[in-house]
């Protein structure tokens, strides 16, 4: 039980035939664990009926939907629903079902506890893992981490599952480009602990992915921005140290 009111954000794009499965084990979710949660479903106009799928629940359901124009991105749906959502806790998921419904209790009390003040779904610390990846997309992801490595004592660095206080990102630059927004408050978000929250990956069953090959150009360009941040601070450190 907690008194501190949690919107968890969901990007979608064709997601008609998962999100009402999502909406109501995180509503079921928050009446088990006494949680003021509010869903907020950020959909970019999405021609399977996604977003009017999430709003016949609003009646029985906290939610609520965003509907943008046109498909602009998961880092910028994410950041678009930050800015409508009322609590103090922020969470976001996919709304594929990999990310586990189960692990939201525990990624929320970590942070309403006090004990960090974000706190990251991860498939990469004892107790969580992959179920259902190709060979091809573990490799990647575990490629993808490795360049990430020095940003961050995370291990889950490409996680798109994770929570925090608002005030962790209050006034931060967050850039809103691509997928890895996860990576974005890692490395710039303003917080003193971190921890990572196992949990098992499991790949969608319906619908597709939307990871194409511009992700992995938008990928290296924000980690090109991230160590250019790190190394102009370094700088200014140095200099202001002589
Ligand atoms: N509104 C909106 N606009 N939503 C989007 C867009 C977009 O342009 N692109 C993707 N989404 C939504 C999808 O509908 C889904 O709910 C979520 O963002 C993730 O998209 P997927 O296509 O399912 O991504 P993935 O499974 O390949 O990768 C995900 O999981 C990885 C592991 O945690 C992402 O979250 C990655 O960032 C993450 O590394
Ligand atoms: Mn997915």
């Known amino acids: 039980m907690s008194d501190l009111k949690v919107s ?18 995180l509503s079921l979710l928050f009446q088990s664990r006494g949680l003021q949660g509010e869903i907020i479903i950020v959909d970019d106009n999405s021609p399977d009926g996604t977003a009017d799928e999430a709003e016949a629940h609003a009646r029985r359901f906290p939610v609520r939907v965003l509907r943008r124009g046109q498909k602009s991105g998961l880092s910028s749906a994410v950041l678009s629903g930050f800015g409508i959502a009322g609590g103090e806790i922020l969470g976001v998921m996919d709304a594929d079902l990999s990310h586990d419904p189960e692990a939201v209790g525990a990624l929320v009390e970590a942070v309403t506890s006090g004990r960090a003040e974000v706190s990251v779904g991860s498939r990469y610390v004892e107790g969580g893992g992959i179920r259902d990846w190709p060979a091809l997309r573990r490799f990647m992801s575990w490629f993808a981490i490795l360049l990430a490595r020095p940003l961050t004592s995370v291990r889950d660095v490409t996680s798109g599952f994770f929570f925090l206080r608002k005030e962790v990102i209050e006034g931060v630059r967050l850039s809103d480009r691509g997928f890895k927004i996860g990576l974005e408050v890692m490395a710039k978000g303003r917080y003193g602990k971190i921890v990572e929250i196992p949990y098992t ?26 160590y250019g941040d790190r190394i102009i601070r370094v700088l200014q450190r ?3 140290a002589r």
């Open 8 to 25: 968890v954000v969901i990007p979608t794009y064709n997601e008609r035939d998962n999100i009402s499965a999502l909406i109501e084990k």
């Open 201 to 226: 990956f499991t790949d969608r069953r319906k619908g597709s992915s939307k990871l194409k090959a511009g992700e992995v150009v938008d990928y290296l360009s924000q980690l090109m921005s991230l």
């Open 238 to 240: 140095k200099s202001r």
